[in-house]
T-cell receptor, first 113, second 113 residues
Framework: KNQVEQSPQSLIILEGKNCTLQCNYTVSPFSNLRWYKQDTGRGPVSLTIMTFSENTKSNGRYTATLDADTKQSSLHITASQLSDSASYICVVSSRVNDYKLSFGAGTTVTVRA | DGGITQSPKYLFRKEGQNVTLSCEQNLNHDAMYWYRQDPGQGLRLIYYSQIVNDFQKGDIAEGYSVSREKKESFPLTVTSAQKNPTAFYLC????????????FGDGTRLSIL
């Protein structure tokens, strides 16, 4: 069964600090990996998308990495802001079933002043 | 602006009642999806549609029904057969067979009266 595991489940950081979120997956054959940001009570919004050949992708203060060999990805948030408080969801797509995505349970990040 | 609109934002269901959640998109996407989000879990696929007048069951279709009479619209009915309907429901759309990310609506929170 294709699975996506995220860690930690939640974390609290001080404004201005950096943090890194982890995503491990077993989806095979791999197509692409996406990170989404979901604010409370809102729908997820795409941050980055990486295919097999890409090992890093940035979107402002967000930088995602991918190691397709070890099936691991990370999302690094630099110089955190209060608006970064949200749930971050890792989503992996298989080349076999393009329509069916595997979602992680998310990491809830709380940024405090 | 192009996007996905879900309504209502909050919905309450009485025992034995069917309720319908609306999802409309003006992104000209062929594929549309319905997900259920529960605390501590990844999104789970209820139904998806890749083309007008066609739709397929996802992982947790029991107790739900959909229709796709227009490209822009993909309503979800939560029937009385769904015994645990309390959840956050998310509608999404995307360009078919591409690496483009899914675009999500802002969800409908369904609760039982």
């Amino acid at each position: 069964k294709n699975q996506v595991e995220q860690s930690p489940q939640s974390l609290i950081i001080l404004e201005g600090k950096n943090c890194t979120l982890q995503c491990n997956y077993t989806v095979s054959p791999f197509s692409n990996l996406r990170w989404y940001k979901q604010d409370t009570g809102r729908g997820p919004v795409s941050l980055t998308i990486m295919t097999f050949s890409e090992n890093t992708k940035s979107n402002g203060r967000y930088t995602a990495t991918l190691d397709a060999d070890t099936k691991q990805s990370s999302l690094h948030i630099t110089a955190s802001q209060l608006s970064d408080s949200a749930s971050y969801i890792c989503v992996v797509s298989s080349r076999v079933n393009d329509y069916k995505l595997s979602f992680g349970a998310g990491t809830t990040v709380t940024v405090r002043a | 602006d192009g996007g996905i609109t879900q309504s209502p934002k909050y919905l309450f269901r009485k025992e034995g009642q069917n309720v319908t959640l609306s999802c409309e998109q003006n992104l000209n996407h062929d594929a549309m999806y319905w997900y259920r989000q529960d605390p501590g879990q990844g999104l789970r696929l209820i139904y998806y549609s890749q083309i007008v007048n066609d739709f397929q069951k996802g992982d947790i279709a029991e107790g739900y029904s959909v229709s796709r009479e227009k490209k822009e619209s993909f309503p979800l009915t939560v029937t009385s057969a769904q015994k645990n309907p309390t959840a956050f429901y998310l509608c999404a759309s995307r360009v078919q067979n591409s690496n483009q990310p899914q675009h999500f609506g802002d969800g409908t929170r369904l609760s039982i009266l």
